[in-house]
């Protein structure tokens, strides 16, 4: 059994997790989620209201991981846009 095992985990990490589509999309998440801490971090005033005020209890870094974190995917990239794409509007 482990041997199977061991020849099935072998399989999917070739062919799936380091799959060339599934990597790319793996770093355009990371940048897509760096990119927005960094903006939140550098001017907190665009966060919502209600965001804001979490900043005295939990700390500004805490807060910004808090809410990127309950970020649905959909709404990252929107967000991502929004802040990025001149053409966009806020």
């Known amino acids: 059994m482990h041997h199977r095992n061991r020849q099935l985990k072998d399989f999917l990490y ?3 997790y380091r799959h060339h589509r ?3 999309m793996q770093v355009k998440a990371e940048r897509i989620v760096s990119d927005l801490f960094k903006s939140y971090c550098a ?3 665009i966060l919502p ?5 979490l900043f005295d209890e ?7 991981t808090d ?3 309950g970020m649905t995917d959909r ?3 929107e967000e991502h846009q929004k802040l990025f ?3 966009t509007k806020p």
């Open 75 to 77: 709404f990252a990239l």
């Open 43 to 45: 001017q907190p005033a």
């Open 14 to 16: 070739a062919n799936l």
């Open 85 to 87: 794409d001149s053409s």
């Open 22 to 24: 599934v990597v790319r």
């Open 49 to 53: 209201r209600h965001v804001q005020e």
């Open 67 to 69: 809410y990127i974190a």
């Open 58 to 64: 939990r700390g500004l870094e805490r807060t910004i």
